[in-house]
């Protein structure tokens, strides 16, 4: 089993900066692609980026290529997601996510969630 705790949220204006964090408890995180997925109010929650167990493999959403960049590290059980450049259109609930599929784009592929943390941004 995998626990799974986001940090770093928070209220920033438009064309800044966020980094989130994902700590994963357990000694099998290596073992798993992680993903982060967002959702607004009112909207299904959407895929952003993924990344694959040893982190040579990434993917986003057209919606944020260019400007968010996953990664992890596999000694801290720890995955990222720096995010520039923001639009208020990014403002939502953050999760991280476990998967056994690389790549997944698909949040119903994602076995383990993490209890999200909001970003807002301002415009």
């Known amino acids: 089993q995998v626990q799974l705790v986001e940090s770093g949220g928070g209220l920033v204006q438009a064309g800044g900066s966020l980094r989130l964090s994902c700590a994963a408890s357990?000694?099998?995180?290596?073992?798993?692609?992680m993903g982060w997925f967002r959702q607004a109010p009112g909207k299904e929650r959407r895929f952003v980026a993924a990344?694959?167990?040893?982190?040579?493999?990434?993917y986003y959403a057209d919606s944020v290529k260019g400007r968010f960049t996953i990664s992890r590290d596999n000694a801290k059980n720890t995955v990222y997601l720096q995010m520039n450049s923001l639009k208020p259109e990014d403002s939502a609930v953050y999760y991280c996510?476990?998967?056994?599929?690389?790549?997944?784009?698909?949040?119903?592929?994602?076995?383990?969630w993490g209890q999200g943390t909001q970003v807002t941004v301002s415009s």
């Open positions: 990344i694959s167990r040893s982190g040579g493999g990434t």
């Open positions: 996510a476990a998967s056994l599929i690389t790549g997944n784009e698909n949040p119903n592929g994602y076995h383990y």
């Open positions: 357990g000694r099998t995180f290596s073992s798993y692609a």
